[in-house]
């Protein structure tokens, strides 16, 4: 397989603009999750889902978060209207619950910088 | 609310050394711990999971540990080489399905 796919790797954007990040989770996995990583704050979850449906949204900072799996292959983060306080690395990851075990797979992250 | 706290923040030592990160949480209702690895401006690898009813995982020359009554996880290190260099995370689930609680991580450097 070819683990987490996150596109784009990378994302510059001035504040006030809608921003998208994409994610396609490890085939068979049904838990997605998506996590932002800042120097003050470190890894924090934002959202997860379980057979396409969000489980937990508790870790969404604000209204401008809005999060969705429209499939069991795709989910996609979407922040309107940005902020340069948004700027983090972007991780998704999934699981599966095979074996018991929920490891946690990790995308490569999109990297956000709103100007 | 679980806390996860990572003791040292950064370590350095010589190539050859054993090592030892620490990791201590506050919950001991923990499904599973995971310590993962983070290189510059990279992904998170996934080294060892430990399950509640485990006591230790090893993996070449990584074995991690858990203690749950004492709230804490430590990952040696054998042997240690330059490619080691990197951010060690550890993370605690308090159950299978939820999300990760993440540690600050210890940024290791092995000197050649």
């Known amino acids: 397989d070819a683990g987490v796919i996150q596109s784009p790797r990378h994302e510059v954007t001035e504040m006030g603009q809608e921003v998208t990040l994409r994610c396609k989770p490890i085939?068979?996995?049904?838990?997605l999750f998506w996590y932002r990583q800042t120097m003050m704050r470190g890894l924090e979850l934002l959202i997860y889902?379980?057979?396409?449906?969000?489980?937990?949204d508790s870790g969404m900072p604000e209204d401008r978060f809005s999060a969705k799996m429209p499939n069991a292959s795709f989910s996609t983060l979407k922040i309107q209207p940005s902020e340069p306080r948004d700027s983090a690395v972007y991780f998704c990851a999934s699981s599966s619950a095979g074996g018991g075990t929920y490891e946690q797979y990790f995308g490569p992250g999109t990297r956000l910088t709103v100007t | 609310k679980q806390e996860v706290t990572q003791i040292p923040a950064a370590l350095s030592v010589p190539e050859g050394e054993n090592l030892v990160l620490n990791c201590s949480f506050t919950d001991s209702a923990i499904y599973n711990l995971q310590w993962f690895r983070q290189d510059p401006g990279k992904g998170l690898t996934s080294l060892l999971l430990i399950q509640s009813s485990q006591r230790e995982q090893t993996s070449g020359r990584l074995n991690a540990s858990l203690d749950k009554s004492s709230g804490r996880s430590t990952l040696y290190i054998a042997a240690s080489q330059p490619g080691d260099s990197a951010t060690y995370l550890c993370?605690?689930?308090?159950?299978?399905?939820?999300?990760?609680?993440f540690g600050k991580g210890t940024h290791l450097i092995i000197q050649p």
């Open positions: 993370a605690s689930t308090g159950g299978g399905a939820d999300g990760l609680t």
């Open positions: 889902f379980n057979n396409n449906v969000p489980i937990d």
């Open positions: 085939s068979g996995h049904d838990y």
